[in-house]
C-alpha cells in the first residue's frame, strides 16, 4: 500500500501556475537558494503488521557546498531511521510528471528502486506500486491546502 503523505515547499518563493496544479513535481528549478522539497512514501503490509517509509529529499543553501540531496528511511515497527546523504548534482527530477532521482535511487507513482549503502547498513529492492493514489486536483482547490494554496507569501506549501 502506498500513501503518498506530503510534500513540502519552503522558502520565500511564488510557485507558479504550473506548480500550483502539480504539487507532487519537484519545485527548485526555478529558485537560486535555500529550497528544501521531500516526498513521502509510506509502504505497510497486507497485515497491517509492518511498515517503513522512504523519504527522498533535497535542499539548497546559499552556496553549493550547502545543497545536497539525502535519503531518509525510517522504519514504524522499531522506532529507527537511517539517512543517506548525496551530493546535490546527483538529484534529477523530470518536469512533465513525477519522477525523481537520488544517485541510483528512483521514485515514482509507478514504482521506488532504492540502493543505498553506507558502512555496514545496506538497503536494495523495488517496489511497484499498482494503482497509486494522488490527491484530486481542482480549480478552486489545487491541493490539500484547499484555497490558501493561492496566498503568496505562505512560507511553505504542501501537496499530496
Known sequence: MLEVKGKILS????????ALFNSYL?????????FFEW?????????KEKS???IPDVSTGSSKNESHSFIQFPSGNRNESGNFTYP???????????????????FSAERVSLSMKYE???????????????????????GIMGPFSFVPFMECYHGV
Open 120 to 142: 555496514k547498513v545496506k538497503i536494495a529492492g523495488e517496489i511497484k506500486i499498482v494503482h497509486p493514489y494522488l490527491w484530486p486536483v481542482r480549480f478552486y482547490s489545487p
Open 11 to 18: 522558502g520565500r518563493c511564488l510557485i507558479s501556475l504550473g
Open 39 to 47: 516526498w513521502y512514501f509510506k509502504f505497510v503490509d497486507k497485515r
Open 26 to 34: 519537484y519545485h527548485g528549478n526555478s529558485l537560486k537558494k535555500r
Open 88 to 106: 546535490f548534482m546527483d538529484f534529477h527530477s523530470d518536469t512533465k510528471r513525477f519522477a525523481v532521482e537520488i544517485g541510483d535511487n528512483h
Open 52 to 54: 517503513f517509509a522512504v
